[in-house]
């Protein structure tokens, strides 16, 4: 696999060090003094945020339930750019971030002949690369969003990996009542918890643990917040790092935060869940550099 251009990933890493700075942590954009705060230090964003708002409060009250508001959201996203549709606005980065994807999961032991859920697959950023690299019929690929899905088959055609037989389904929730049971190695949800309100979270840790191997694990990012946990628009949702460790746990899954994520140049955190405790794995509740004493039981 060719790796991210320097250009790329110099670029992300200079994205990344803003959305996990201290400072940057602690950050409510849901409030009117960073939004007017912001508007000041970047006015060329304010015509197409407010656009933007203009259209989400119409999709929502035609929507009114999430996952009827993401998909319409997804859907005028990908009739203009299905790249920028799963967060890419460029090809560059489509890539680089599909290659960044591919390479952590390698490195943590994905391998060919494992099984593999990747939840929100958009239009196969990484998916492809996962398609490519595992056994036939080994990838399954599930999205809220039929116009993605239909750009992810595009994907399939334009990297020739037909006949590696990956499965692309439409799902409304995340039950995955309709998978069987033990069948998957490994689960990922790449900035698929970062659009989702706590109840959807929630209802995918209640049931992903039926269908992950009692050695497989869950990977999900999210949009880390050391401060007040908020939502902008209703498309990006920041939450603590305990939080989702706690809901995690509540469902009877081990859960721990990934410290060796922080390195790569993404904006988002990530936490890592599974049936067992893994090999190396003492369930850490903190990201290491903000971890505090744990006095009385677990939550």
């Not at 989400?56 to 790249?83: C, F, I, Q």
């Not at 037909?162 to 900035?191: E, N, R, Y």
Request: aromatic residues 8%.
């Amino acid at each position: 696999m060719v790796g991210a251009p320097r250009t790329e990933v110099t670029a992300m890493a200079q994205d990344m060090k803003s959305p996990k700075s201290p400072k940057a942590l602690k950050r409510n954009r849901s409030t009117v003094t960073h939004k007017v705060g912001y508007a000041l230090t970047h006015p060329g964003r304010v015509a197409p945020y407010l656009r933007r708002a203009a259209r989400d409060t119409w999709l929502r009250l035609k929507h009114p339930d999430h996952v009827g508001y993401y998909r319409a959201v997804m859907a005028s996203d990908t009739r203009r750019n299905p790249e920028a549709a799963v967060g890419s606005q460029t090809h560059e980065r489509w890539l680089a971030l599909g290659q960044m994807q591919f390479d952590y999961l390698v490195e943590h032991g994905l391998r060919p002949e494992h099984r593999m859920l990747d939840i929100g697959c958009g239009n196969l950023r990484g998916g492809w690369r996962f398609i490519d690299y595992l056994d036939t019929g080994h990838y399954y690929g599930i999205d809220i969003s039929p116009d993605i899905l239909i750009a992810a088959k595009k994907t399939l055609v334009e990297r020739g990996i037909q006949d590696k037989l990956p499965h692309l389904t439409l799902t409304g929730d995340l039950t995955l009542d309709f998978l069987p049971g033990d069948h998957f190695d490994v689960v990922h949800a790449h900035s698929v918890f970062s659009h989702s309100p706590r109840e959807v979270i929630e209802e995918c840790l209640a049931h992903v643990g039926r269908v992950l191997t009692d050695t497989g694990f869950f990977d999900f990012t999210f949009d880390r917040t050391e401060g007040t946990e908020h939502q902008v628009l209703g498309e990006d949702f920041y939450y603590r790092t305990e939080t989702l460790l706690s809901l995690a746990r509540k469902h009877g899954l081990h859960a721990r935060f990934m410290d060796d994520w922080e390195q790569r140049p993404h904006g988002q955190s990530k936490i890592r869940v599974s049936r067992s405790p893994l090999p190396g794995s003492d369930d850490h509740d903190e990201p290491a550099r903000h971890r505090q004493p744990v006095t009385g039981p677990a939550a």
